[in-house]
C-alpha cells in the first residue's frame, strides 16, 4: 500500500480507502463486511470512510464493530454530517445543533472517542455558514475530531469555509467529490481551487459505480446480484453510465489494461490516483476479494502514454460542466422547510 500526505497537513493517509456506504440489509451483510474490512486490513488498508446517513445509521455501527480491537492509533476514520438521520426539523443540515449531536452519536456508533476527519457532506443554504464552521471548530477543539473536511462543495463555497477555519485555528483537510475517467467535474474549478488552499481529494465513486471495471456488457443483461439490478444501491444513478456508448467505451480500456497488467478496475482507479491533487481513492466492495484486487492499484504508475489512450477512449463521452457540483446541493436556504 502506498501513502500520502492529506493536503498539506500532516496526516498520512492510504492511497486506497475503504468506504462502507453501501451497507444495506439487500446487499452487503455483517458477515460480508467484516470480511471486506479485514480484507482492507490485510492489503495495508488504513483510511476507513463513512457517514452518519449510510445504510440508516447502520454503516457506522458496522464499520465500528468490524474495526474493534485495532489499534486505534494506525487507523484513520472519516465520518460525514448533513443529510437526514431522524424525522425531525433539526435532524439534518449543518446547524450548530446538528453537528454537535451527530457527532456525539457518530462517536457512539463507531466505537471511538474521535474521529480523524469530520467532513461537511454537503453545503447547507440554510445555515450560516459561519455558524456551521464554528461548530465544526468546537467539534475539533473538544477533540472528537482531528481535522475537518468537505463533500461535493464549490470551490467558492470551499474558498469561503476554508478562510473561516483559518480565523477558527482549525485545518480544513480534505474535499470529497465524485471523480473518475468518466466524472471529469472537480477538475475544472474544484481541484484547481483546493490545489491553491492545501486541501487534498478523497475522491468517491473512482470505478463511476462500478462501471468502470468493465463488467456491465454493451446492450446486455446486467450481472446477477450487481449494482444495476438493485434499487435500492445505486441503480439510479448507475443510468447515465448504462449507455451502450460508454459501455462499448469502457470495452475498449481492456487491452490497454491487459498491456499493463491490470484489471480494467485498477487501470480506472490508478488513472484516478495520477492527478496530483488526489490523495485517496474510495472504493467499496461486495465482495473481499474485490479490496483485494483493488487495493493493487495503489502504487501503480501509469506512463504518459497510457493515460493519452485512456483520454482518447473515454473523454468524448466524460462528464466535465462544473454546475453539476453546486447541483449535488440543497438549491435554497428553505430546503428543510419543505
Not at 465500528?64 to 426539523?89: M, Q
Request: with cysteine; hydrophobic share 40%.
Amino acid at each position: 500500500m502506498d501513502f500520502r500526505h492529506l493536503g498539506s497537513s500532516g496526516l498520512i493517509v492510504s492511497r486506497i480507502a475503504y468506504g462502507n456506504w453501501l451497507t444495506r440489509s439487500s446487499s452487503t451483510g455483517e458477515e460480508t463486511e467484516l470480511a471486506c474490512v479485514r480484507a482492507a486490513l490485510d492489503a495495508g488498508i488504513t483510511t476507513f470512510d463513512t457517514a452518519d446517513v449510510y445504510a440508516d445509521t447502520r454503516a457506522e455501527e458496522a464499520l465500528g464493530r468490524a474495526l474493534k480491537g485495532e489499534r486505534r492509533e494506525s487507523l484513520e476514520i472519516l465520518t460525514k454530517v448533513f443529510a437526514p438521520v431522524g424525522p425531525g426539523r433539526n435532524d439534518q443540515g449543518l446547524s450548530r445543533k446538528h453537528i454537535r449531536e451527530s457527532i456525539d452519536n457518530s462517536l457512539r456508533r463507531l466505537g471511538t472517542d474521535h474521529v480523524d476527519v469530520y467532513q461537511a457532506h454537503r453545503f447547507d443554504p440554510s445555515t450560516p455558514l459561519e455558524e456551521t464552521m464554528e461548530a465544526l471548530a468546537d467539534v475539533v477543539h473538544c477533540g472528537k475530531a482531528h481535522y475537518i473536511g468537505v463533500s461535493e462543495w464549490t470551490a467558492d463555497q470551499i474558498r469561503r469555509g476554508h478562510a473561516l477555519a483559518r480565523e477558527l485555528k482549525v485545518s480544513l483537510v480534505s474535499n470529497q467529490p465524485q471523480y473518475s475517467a468518466l466524472w471529469r467535474v472537480p477538475e475544472v474549478e474544484v481541484m484547481p481551487a483546493c490545489e491553491e488552499l492545501g486541501v487534498g481529494q478523497i475522491v468517491w465513486s473512482p470505478l463511476a459505480q462500478g462501471v468502470l471495471t468493465g463488467k456491465y456488457p454493451p446492450g446486455g443483461q446486467r450481472p446477477e446480484g450487481s449494482r444495476a439490478t438493485e434499487a435500492n444501491d445505486g441503480s439510479a444513478e448507475l443510468s447515465a453510465w448504462l449507455t451502450d456508448d460508454v459501455l462499448g467505451r469502457v470495452r475498449q480500456l481492456r487491452p490497454i489494461a491487459a498491456e499493463a497488467g491490470l484489471t480494467v478496475a485498477q487501470l480506472s482507479l490508478a488513472w484516478v490516483l495520477q492527478n496530483p491533487g488526489v490523495c485517496a481513492a474510495v472504493v467499496g466492495a461486495s465482495r473481499p476479494e474485490q479490496i483485494t484486487d483493488n487495493a493493487k492499484a495503489a502504487d501503480v504508475e501509469l506512463d504518459g502514454d497510457v493515460m493519452d489512450r485512456i483520454d482518447a477512449v473515454l473523454g468524448p463521452v466524460a462528464h466535465r460542466d462544473p454546475a453539476a457540483t453546486a447541483a449535488m446541493n440543497p438549491p435554497s436556504p428553505d430546503w428543510r422547510l419543505a
